[in-house]
């Protein structure tokens, strides 16, 4: 049990919303925005609101680039081991979200994902996939059958942070369910 709160990292790649859910979930201010790499390093946030929860914003999993996906690993797995050090169960790493927008789930993702939930001494820390920008339904049925039959993951939460204005005037409507 958690008595002081639960810690969550937030990981995807880059763009797909991983801080704009951040700040929507607690209220604050972390920078958001478009083009490679808003967040250049692993940054924990913890409302006053909600002093219990805490997230944990980390840089996008670039394929083929400068910050790829094993840098992202152990930046993760650094940032797990130092709080895990504390022999604090409070400041462990309880859970990880990761944050799709696409229609598409790489190799590489699941590898990366793979690692990270085995990592914590063999235990596998419960991943979350959150569609966060994803609005097709037929997609996300088959993203989710798809990453079900690629990775321990049962928990799936479909949310769009911030409203989308769509070509032709139209507004997607931010949401969470």
């Not at 924990?44 to 609101?49: F, L, N």
């Amino acid at each position: 049990i958690v008595k002081n709160g639960i810690n969550i990292a937030i990981v995807g790649k880059p763009n797909v919303g991983k801080s704009s859910l951040i700040n929507k979930i607690l209220n604050v201010n972390g920078k958001t925005g478009t083009g490679n790499f808003v967040t250049t390093n692993t940054t924990p946030y913890q409302s006053k609101v909600m002093p219990y929860l805490r997230l944990v914003d980390t840089r996008g999993i670039e394929v083929n680039a400068n910050f790829g996906a094993e840098q992202l690993r152990i930046e993760v797995f650094n940032f797990i081991g130092q709080q895990n050090q504390t022999n604090n169960y409070n400041n462990f790493t309880h859970c990880i979200w990761y944050c799709i927008s696409s229609k598409r789930f790489e190799k590489v993702e699941v590898e990366t994902l793979r690692s990270i939930q085995n990592y914590y001494q063999g235990n596998k820390i419960p991943i979350i996939i959150v569609f966060t920008q994803t609005v097709d339904v037929q997609a996300i049925k088959d993203m989710k059958k798809y990453i079900s039959s690629q990775i321990y993951c049962k928990d799936f939460v479909e949310v769009l942070a911030e409203d989308i204005k769509a070509v032709g005037g139209q507004v997607l409507k931010s949401f969470n369910r």
